[in-house]
């Protein structure tokens, strides 16, 4: 029952029921008050109703059957006063005018029969305009007839002026139920509005946390179970979060203790190879240690680039991306990477214009795709022994004189480094194109 | 004799880059945690310093370093490579390594942040045929002339051997002599250059003391 009480459904039907109800209801105290203050104008001497003023002027003429000719006058102008546009006359038997109330009634003087017929044939009808009737004065009919005649203009009762006046009143009144109905019908649906509004606008996902804030339940209806549903949710959807941070932070964990764990004995490895290297060694020992050194640095960057790859393709690489002057980045990497490529007596081409080329990408990332980049020629592109490094239109180019991407390379792994510059470039929304045949490579990095 | 504190829980590495530096003429203190190094740190020119240790990690332990001497310089080293440690540790680090690094780059590496120290410069350079004071920023050329230089040409040539054989792009160089970030296209730096060059070099029409990286900036290689 309290369920029932409520809930939002139970509501609205009360207001409908309510509506239902009022409606009959306003009609009927309308309609009382209506006629209450009808009656009362009603109260009144005359009658207004032809059948009533026919009734009323026979009586009359029978009680003015033996009455003298001052009582008739009298009792003429008393009904005179009582319908005051009626004209009121009496012929006696022979024709002659007797009374006339007003006096100023024009009417002849002496009537004969066919003045009488005439007057009669005249006055008969519905719609004879005025309202006649005729008596007959006494029993006897010898003491000639009595004339009644009012306007129909003057028959209108003040009750049907009233109606006509006010019959617009039902009508207003009933737009005034109606109305206060839709205001309510209104009101009830702002209200729902209004809270499921709030609903949705805390729905709405901000951008920091990813979780949106609960909200405070009011009331037990339908939106507020709804409202209990959605606190209940951010609930669930805060933990789910925080195992998934926690279970993010076990897997970066992970990466970074394997990351360590392998580096750790490769350090140590180098520092022994080193160690070999200074002592006297024969031709072929010192090779192999140049050797063990050198794949000992190809290791180190293949652990790097695994572990990017992994972060990079799981969106955890930290990304943060910013309007940054690509010539610079491009300057400071060729400036590192330079004496390498001096040392192998690479021929080094470089064309990188004065002016910004702004780019938003992050320089973290953009640096890792030039070393990755830069690496690969150093790895396998010597026998070209040439680089080109060119930013011209919004596009950064790399060239290299080596036996191509295809070619058999003494060493694998170009893949790790090339599919981390892949999903880099691809992240950073820029595009890139790779030529590749037996003279040469050339890769050309370009902003959308 | 230049002395480093060495921070490096595992043995292999630690007691191999002590035998290297010691090989080199350095003195070596080598300690296996960040707990109680205060110690050493009055008597230390430079930290290395592994990120990964028992207890209280590199970072921490680096940190610590920097707000009690501000002065010595650090050089991290990394078994990880995540760029959160990288950026986390240049943060207040001068310089980061990750492993397996090369007994030579770590120690050119570690050169270089003592050059940077004013008070751990050699006193004497020779480049070319220059022979540099610079404790008393004088400058004599093989035939004993002394050469005047202003104050900004002094200062780009004397950042420029602070890093000797790296090259510097034209940004760097400006924004660590003039302290301001460089416009592009600003030719300053090049018109300095060239009267720095009309100063010092031989043949300043074939510069062989400041060499110019074409499209990329200056070198002066020792």
Known sequence: MNRLKRSLLSQYLLIILIAMMILPATLMLLSTLFFHTLYKTEKEDRFYNGTDIEAMWHKTAKELSSASEDDIEGRFTKLKSIYKDASLFWIDDSGAKRVSVPDTLSIRQNWSISDAIQFMKKSRGDTADPFTVVAFLGEKQNAGFIVFQIPRSAMESPSDLLREKYDFLFIVALLVVFSVFIIISALFFFRIRKRLLHLQKAMEIPENTGIPIMISVKQNDEIGQLEKSFNLMIVELEAGKQQQWEEEKLRKELIANLSHDLRTPLTTIRGHAYRLQKEPLSEKGKESAALLDEKISYMGDLIDNLVSYTLLSTGKYPYHPEQIDINRVVRKSIADWYPTFENMNFKIEIAIPDEQLIWNIDPQWFRRILDNLLQNIYRHAQSGKFVAIRVLDDMLIIEDHGPGMNAESTEQGVGIGLSVVSLMIKEMKLTWDIHTDENGTRIEIRNQ | ?222
């Open chain 2, 1 to 222: 004799m230049k002395t480093i504190l060495l921070i490096e829980d595992d043995k292999e590495i630690g007691s191999f880059v002590k035998e290297d530096f010691e090989y080199r003429g350095f003195a070596v203190t080598w300690v296996i945690s960040g707990e109680n190094i205060e110690e050493f740190l009055h008597n230390v020119d430079v930290v290395i310093l592994d990120v990964m240790l028992p207890r209280l990690d590199g970072f921490t332990v680096g940190q610590r370093v920097k707000r009690t001497m501000p002065h010595i310089p650090i050089l991290m080293l990394s078994a990880r490579t995540s760029v959160d440690d990288k950026l986390e540790g240049l943060r207040f680090a001068d310089d980061y390594m990750t492993k397996p690094f090369h007994p030579d780059e770590l120690a050119a590496r570690i050169e270089v942040l003592l050059r940077r120290q004013e008070s751990h410069r050699p006193e004497m350079m020779k480049v070319g045929h220059l022979h540099i004071n610079l404790k008393e920023n004088r400058i004599v050329s093989a035939a004993g002339e002394e050469i005047i230089l202003t104050a900004k040409q002094y200062q780009i040539f004397s950042y420029l051997l602070t890093h000797p054989n790296q090259i510097m792009t034209k940004e760097q160089l400006y924004e660590g002599v003039w302290n301001e970030p460089y416009i592009n296209g600003d030719k300053t730096l090049m018109v300095h250059i060239r009267y720095l060059r009309e100063r010092i070099e031989k043949d300043p029409g074939n510069p062989a003391i400041i060499e110019t990286i074409r499209g990329i900036g200056y070198r002066v290689k020792q």
